[in-house]
T-cell receptor, first 114, second 112 residues
Framework: DTEVTQTPKHLVMGMTNKKSLKCEQH?????MYWYKQKAKKPPELMFV???????INESVPSRFSPECPNSSLLNLHLHALQPEDSALYLC?????????????FGPGTRLTVL | DQQVKQNSPSLSVQEGRISILNCDYT??????FLWYKKYPAEGPTFLIS?????DKNEDGRFTVFLNKSAKHLSLHIVPSQPGDSAVYFC???????????FGTGTRLKVLA
């Protein structure tokens, strides 16, 4: 299994809603990532978990809350989002070794905040 | 401050010819470089990578060249095929970190 899965594929939410994005991989990877991608822009790193511990938070607003329940799962909890948070949210994983290596990306969740 | 730039937003190439995509970076601490391909409504797919101890890496139709003194890398696709039409991102990292920075992307169109 060389796949990263993300659910849901699309999400529309109001500014007062609470929702969660889910990501799963079964490749035994120990590093997992959340990226945000706006139209015609590159993916921007938000969070990195390595060995289930948060290792990078790129100064992301607290209305985004990541969670890594185990080595295969990564969640992104959303609360009180703004319309400008509408974007494609990408999850990725990598083996997590010290030497740099490639990331495997999921298909993304297209989020619209009304 | 864009640390990784792809100065050509788009590129059109005839089928069978060579596609050359370029990427420039500013931080000399970057020592690992990757190329990804992205189709609409899909996540990026890894293509090829190179570490700073090499200046060339080849995988089938894809070759990446690294010029450390110029802080420049390029991706050569030969021969180009219509299925190669996609957005290509370069990405950089520093060994031992999990931080990857993506370039601005180049949309490649291969004409049949």
């Amino acid at each position: 299994d060389t796949e990263v899965t993300q659910t849901p594929k699309h999400l529309v939410m109001g500014m007062t809603n609470k929702k969660s994005l889910k990501c799963e991989q079964h490749m035994g990877h120990r590093a997992m990532y959340w990226y945000k991608q706006k139209a015609k822009k590159p993916p921007e790193l938000m969070f990195v978990y390595s060995y289930e511990k948060l290792s990078i938070n790129e100064s992301v607003p607290s209305r985004f809350s990541p969670e890594c329940p185990n080595s295969s799962l990564l969640n992104l909890h959303l609360h009180a989002l703004q319309p400008e948070d509408s974007a494609l949210y990408l999850c990725a994983s990598s083996p997590g070794q010290v030497v740099s290596n490639e990331q495997f990306f999921g298909p993304g969740t297209r989020l619209t905040v009304l | 401050d864009q640390q990784v730039k792809q100065n050509s937003p788009s590129l059109s190439v005839q089928e069978g010819r060579i596609s050359i995509l370029n990427c420039d970076y500013t931080n000399s601490m970057f020592d690992y470089f990757l190329w990804y391909k992205k189709y609409p409504a899909e996540g990026p797919t890894f293509l090829i990578s190179i570490s700073s101890i090499k200046d060339k890496n080849e995988d089938g139709r894809f070759t990446v060249f690294l010029n450390k003194s110029a802080k420049h890398l390029s991706l050569h696709i030969v021969p180009s095929q219509p299925g190669d039409s996609a957005v290509y991102f370069c990405a950089t990292s520093t060994s031992g970190t999990y931080k990857y920075i993506f370039g601005t992307g180049t949309r490649l169109k291969v004409l049949a």
